[in-house]
């Protein structure tokens, strides 16, 4: 338990510098972009607008104040909770991310699970049917897959599932003519975003199960189950796969940048109403102050992934816990 | 087999881009619309898009934009994070494990997303595309430099040259930079594709290229228009341009580092 204390501290101690040196050149990359917020939150109408009510939005929104008085402003209610003001929603961005964030969170957890399952199933058939031609295919699959782009692959499910076939919705969160959410209907617009990202994670996973079982199938434990006449399967599952196990779970924290990736992508694909998709919307129409908020909780989310796993991994690996970490 | 396989590939490739656009003129803006949406048939191998352009023909220009756009923010990555990796190398102490911590701490964005925030505060464009996958993808070419600079200073050849009153600067570009330069070359082949998958996705976004030019990523996001009516190859033809250049280098470095590190040769048999 206290490697895990001394863990979490380590990490947290470096995760606060490396926040606000990212809130730092966020704010020094905007006030070096050319463009201006004023502007672009009118649009059209600001050729029309009078010069007095521009100066008049620019003094409260704080622009007319020196940068360092700026940044300091951002960044104090940054830090007291206050996300400021969406300039594309004209809402909170708390608010805006709030109402995106469970949906981000159901789509990857789910595709995560699923990732997981499919991988450790495939990647163990793998190895253990090596050099077959379903082995060779497992892996020229994985190959190609990771050489696919992810939003290119929902494109192509979308014209199989949706188009062709006709089976699933295309994109959304529920059918436009419907006005409340109902379960089903969410999940069967779940199913091509879910199996999309999660299949596009999955190649590493597959290629990782598949090497480490193979790896552990010739280990002397493996071959002493084989002796005492344990069926295949138990050997598979019990012995092979539970040692092979182990390393995935720093694996897994190291992925997290790719898992945001392929979440933006992936909820852009399929108009799925989270956070991730929600960032190029912001990015589409400048809204600093709602990406800068989204790219945040994106860092956030990768330390939290990486810290997740060195607890599990500690708690999991007695050898680790007896050398302490850090 | 699959190496020769992918060497095939890539040649015909880099053939195509080469040969390709100074025979075949390509007007961008050409439209015709009695050519629009046709099926691959054998007047249009792949097909032809909304507005009757020849699929073949615009992936092969849009192959040509990508891949140079991906070779120099591959280029601009290698520069930064080589320059970061000698300086951790060679000064070692506290200014190696800070830039170390630099290097950890760029490793925790996520990338596309940074992309993302520097392409829409600077407008799309290449430049901006460059800067952005560049600035976000040297930590790899920094960890390698570095391991192996550290690894050549306890070399004997470098002990004499410092023993013999070589200079810091002499030293980096007499001894070690010779050495460092073929990972170097290594370390920016295997990061062009990533480079242009990133151009391609924030294309794609419409956050990359501007839309007139034929880029892979601006393709894909032309043919989504059509995919809902029923034409899958607009956005089939496109992709598969990233998707085997990408695999065959993928190939040829598996196979690559298998002839580098026999003793951790993969399991991999393709």
Redesign the interface.
């Known amino acids: 338990m206290r490697a895990v204390l001394r863990m979490v501290a380590w990490r947290v101690a ?1 995760a606060v510098p ?1 926040l606000v ?2 809130t730092i050149v ?1 704010f020094a ?2 006030q ?4 201006d917020p004023v502007r672009q939150y009118l649009g059209d109408r600001a050729l029309v607008t009078s010069p007095e009510i521009l100066e008049q939005i620019r003094a409260n929104w704080g622009l007319d104040r020196p940068v360092h008085e700026q940044f300091a402003a951002w960044f104090g209610n940054l830090v007291s909770g206050d996300l400021g003001e969406s300039r594309s929603f004209h809402r909170p961005v708390a608010e805006v991310i709030g109402e995106r964030l469970g949906w981000t969170l159901l789509a990857t957890g789910s595709a995560m699970v699923l990732m997981f399952a499919g991988s450790l199933v495939v990647g163990t058939i793998a190895a253990w049917r ?2 077959s031609w379903l082995d ?1 295919l497992i ?2 699959g994985a ?2 897959n ?4 992810v ?2 692959l929902g ?2 499910a ?2 199989v599932f949706a ?2 076939l006709g089976w699933l919705p ?1 994109g959304g969160l529920t059918d436009a003519a419907s006005a409340s959410i109902t379960f089903g209907d969410v999940a069967a617009h779940m199913v091509l975003p879910v199996a999309v990202l999660a299949v596009s994670q999955s190649s590493w996973l597959v ?1 990782y199960v ?2 480490s079982v ?2 552990t199938l010739r280990e002397d434990f493996v071959v002493g189950a084989r002796a005492r006449g344990l069926r295949e399967r138990t050997i598979l599952v019990r012995h092979a796969l539970r040692s092979a196990l182990l390393p995935f779970l720093t694996l897994l924290g190291a992925r ?2 790719e898992l ?2 392929g979440a ?2 992936v909820e ?2 399929f108009s799925w109403p989270g956070v991730a998709g929600t ?2 919307q ?3 129409a ?1 809204d ?1 102050p709602l ?2 908020a ?2 945040l909780l ?2 956030v ?3 939290a992934g ?1 810290l997740l796993a060195d607890i599990a991994y500690t708690v999991a690996d007695p050898r680790v816990r007896t050398l302490g970490v850090g | 087999m699959p190496v020769r396989l992918s060497l095939a590939a890539l040649a015909v490739l880099a053939l195509a881009v080469a040969l390709v656009p100074p025979i075949v003129q390509l007007d961008q803006s050409l439209v015709d619309l009695r050519a629009a949406g046709q099926p691959p048939s054998l007047s249009h191998l792949f097909g032809t898009d909304e507005v009757g352009r020849d699929l073949l023909v615009r992936s092969i220009y849009g192959l040509r934009v990508s891949f140079l756009v991906g070779l120099v923010a591959a280029l601009v990555s290698m520069v930064i994070g080589g320059l970061v990796g000698l300086a951790a190398g060679s000064l070692g102490g506290l200014a190696d494990r800070l830039l170390m ?1 630099v290097v ?2 760029f ?8 992309g ?8 799309p464009s290449p430049a901006a595309v460059v800067v952005s996958v560049g600035v976000t993808h040297w930590t790899t070419a920094a960890r390698i430099v570095r391991s192996e600079v550290l690894s050549l200073r306890s070399r004997p050849f470098v002990e004499a040259a410092i023993s013999g009153g070589a200079s810091r600067t002499r030293v980096v570009r007499r001894h070690l930079l010779p050495h460092l330069f073929p990972h170097l070359l290594l370390a920016t082949v295997l990061m062009v ?1 990533h480079a242009i ?1 990133h151009e ?2 924030l294309s ?4 990359g290229l501007p839309p007139h030019l034929a880029s892979l990523g601006n393709m ?1 996001s032309d ?2 228009r059509s ?2 009516t ?1 034409a ?1 190859w607009p ?2 033809v496109p ?1 598969l341009f ?2 085997v250049p ?2 065959a280098v ?2 040829l470095s598996q196979r690559l580092r298998d002839r580098l590190n026999p003793r951790q040769r ?5």
């Open positions: 470096f490396l040196i990212v966020m990359l905007a070096a972009s050319p463009f090596r050099g060779r892996v020229g190959f190609a990771e050489a696919a782009p939003f290119w494109l192509l979308i014209s188009v062709t295309a290629l598949r090497e193979i790896g997290m940048p945001v990736t933006i992508l852009t694909v960032s190029v912001a990015a589409l400048v600093f990406l800068a989204l790219t994106g860092t989310a990768v330390l990486n | 911590r950890d701490g490793n925790a964005l996520p990338h596309l997303l940074f993302i925030f520097i392409v829409a505060l600077f407008a594709p998958w391609t996705a794609f976004l419409g956050l894909i043919g989504q995919l809902l029923g899958w956005s089939l992709g990233i998707l990408t695999l993928a190939v993969s399991e991999l048999e393709l």
